[in-house]
T-cell receptor, first 109, second 113 residues
């Protein structure tokens, strides 16, 4: 079967750095998305990785290792507004999105 | 900016009722999707559509149907609502291939009593 694993919840301190991991076992791989979802709001697109390596976008970076079936989202200089759920999703061999359950990130002052 | 609008943020219906959830996007996207989101589970795809009048079953189509008569509008229908369909329903749209990000509406929290 297809499976995406993320930690259920993480806590971090304002101003710090946090890494949210995502491991996947899917039938084929055509890229991996990260989305952010604030409570009661729509998920919004953060990043898309299809090649190995790190891609940086301001305070957020996303890393992919296809051989390990592993990705992480790195958030630097955490702000209170970063409190949200972070969703990992993989495009499988049928070009369908397989979603993880999401990681709820709590930022403390 | 892409705007995906869902007709209701909150909806309460009774068991056995026929329920319509509406979704409209304003960016001429070819692809539209309906998901449900439940605590502890990932987004689960109910139905999707790649073009007007076309529809494809997702992972959990049972008890649901869809309609896409116009490119900008994608409707989800609960034929006879049941309590296990109480959930958050999210509509999304995207252009082109699966490599393009999906743009989501704010969701409809549906309660079936």
């Amino acid at each position: 079967g297809q499976n995406i694993d993320q930690p259920t919840e993480m806590t971090a301190t304002e101003g710090a750095i946090v890494q949210i991991n995502c491991t996947y076992q899917t039938s084929g791989f055509n890229g991996l998305f990260w989305y952010q979802q604030h409570a009661g709001e729509a998920p919004t697109f953060l990043s898309y990785n299809v090649l190995d390596g790190l891609e940086e976008k301001g305070r957020f970076s996303s890393f992919l290792s296809r051989s390990k079936g592993y990705s992480y989202l790195l958030l630097k200089e955490l702000q209170m507004k970063d409190s949200a759920s972070y969703l990992c999703a993989v495009v499988d061999s049928n070009y369908q999105l397989i979603w993880g359950a999401g990681t709820k990130l709590i930022i403390k002052p | 900016d892409v705007k995906v609008t869902q007709s209701s943020r909150y909806l309460v219906k009774r068991t056995g009722e026929k329920v319509f959830l509406e979704c409209v996007q304003d960016m001429d996207h070819e692809n539209m999707f309906w998901y449900r989101q439940d605590p502890g589970l990932g987004l689960r795809l109910i139905y999707f559509s790649y073009d007007v009048k076309m529809k494809e079953k997702g992972d959990i189509p049972e008890g649901y149907s869809v309609s896409r008569e116009k490119k900008e509008r994608f409707s989800l229908i609960l034929e006879s609502a049941s309590t296990n369909q109480t959930s958050m329903y999210l509509c999304a749209s995207s252009t082109g291939t699966a490599y393009q990000p999906q743009h989501f509406g704010d969701g409809t929290r549906l309660s079936i009593l």
